[in-house]
Every structure is written in C-alpha cells, then in structure tokens.
C-alpha cells in the first residue's frame, strides 16, 4: 500500500535551517509529482511547494520563495525540503502529498502523517 | 493571488444534509478538490475534479462546481463525519496550489 513517512522536523532557532525528508513505498515513486503541505497549530492547510516527477519543473508559494528548496531522489523514492533563514511563522506540521494521476489538476490522493517543525529562541 | 473563502462552521443533525460551500473568483473555471481532516490525522482526499470520489469513500459525499461558488454536500451525516473540510484548487495564473480556509463540520 501506499505509504508516504515524513522525518527530519525538531525545534530550530530564527535563522536557523532544517532538512525534512519522506520516504515513500507502495508505488512507483518516479511516475507522480510530489508536494510539501503545511499546517500551523490550529490553522488551516497551507501549500509549500511542488515538484514535477523528473524534477524539472518546481513551483513555490511567496511564503517560502527564496529560503525554501525542494529536491527528490527518485533512485531512492524520497522527497526533501531543505529550509533555511528559519522564521516564527514557519512553525507548522509539514505534510508531504502525492499528486494523484487520475486527474490533470492534480489534487493530492495520499499525504504522510507529518513532521512538526518548530521555531522559536 | 487566488483566494477560497469558506464558512468557518457548519453544523447538522444526524441524518440530514451539510452543505459546505466554497467561494472563488469565477471558480465554476477550475477544477475543485474537498479533503477531509480530523483531529491530529492528516488530511483526506473526499471529492476531487468538482464531483468525483476516490475509491473508498462514500457516495453520501458529492460535489458540484458553478460560477463562483463550489459546494461539498454530506448526506445522511453521520457522527463519524464530524471533520474540518478544505477545498482546494490549482490556480494556473500563479503556479500555486490554493486551499480554502476551512470549515469544521460539527454533527449535534
């Protein structure tokens, strides 16, 4: 079955960076795109960013842009988000998301169980 | 850039009907994805390309998109229901994917 296991979240400092890994199984990681999704405490869902399946293609949310950079590594079926110059606001769970196939706009069929990112001094 | 407004709350008694709206810029254009999320679980794909359900999910669950409105319907609610609901679209003018800003569905 599919399974999509997010690590790499702790407490970190303003400023500071952090790298979160997923680790997906269950499916052809190659074939489908990969998103990062993002909750503060008690907020609603917020999008982060998207890779296409090669790789080549890469989209951001202004929120991020700039200080956030998503990779994959399709030999090893994961999905990274490095983060650096780390604000308060970035406090959230952080969801990695399939792109589901069976549709061109592309919602997202399967989701890990997240990782909490916290910053704060 | 794209924004989803949707009620805060809904609620609905056992058996009834919650409708779950979704209000957008001329959004009848796009395609509308509903998730489902209850607490501390991550969230679920309900209804996606406006109507249609993913394998597993109950067809009490319906969609329908038009104008500027989208809606999530839930029939014959159930306790289980009880959940926050997003929608969401893919908003081609930015690149961004764009969620609503949520309701929570409360069940009396």
């Known amino acids: 079955q599919v399974q999509l296991v997010e690590s790499g979240g702790g407490l970190v400092k303003p400023g500071g960076s952090l790298r979160l890994s997923c680790a997906a199984s269950g499916f052809t990681f190659s074939d489908y795109y990969m998103s990062w999704i993002r909750q503060a405490p008690g907020k609603g869902l917020e999008w982060v960013s998207y890779i296409s399946s090669s790789g080549s293609t890469i989209y951001y949310a202004d929120s991020v842009k700039g200080r956030f950079t998503i990779s994959r590594d399709n030999a090893k079926n994961s999905l990274y988000l490095q983060m650096n110059s780390l604000r308060a606001e970035d406090t959230a769970v952080y969801y990695c998301a399939r792109g589901a196939s069976y549709s061109s706009s592309i919602p997202f069929d399967y989701w890990g169980q997240g990782t909490l990112v916290t910053v704060s001094s | 850039s794209y924004v989803l407004t949707q009620p805060p709350s809904v609620s609905v008694a056992p058996g009834q009907t919650a409708r779950i709206t979704c209000g957008g810029n001329?959004?009848?254009?796009?395609?509308v994805h509903w998730y489902q999320q209850k607490p501390g679980q991550a969230p679920v794909l309900v209804v996606y390309?406006?109507?249609d359900r993913p394998s597993g999910i109950p067809e009490r669950f319906s969609g329908s998109n038009s104008g500027n409105t989208a809606t999530l319907t839930i029939s014959r609610v159930e306790a289980g229901d009880e959940a926050d609901y997003y929608c969401q679209v893919w908003d081609s003018s930015s690149d961004h994917y764009v969620f609503g800003t949520g309701t929570k569905v409360t069940v009396l």
């Open positions: 390309d406006d109507s």
């Open positions: 001329n959004i009848g254009s796009k395609s």
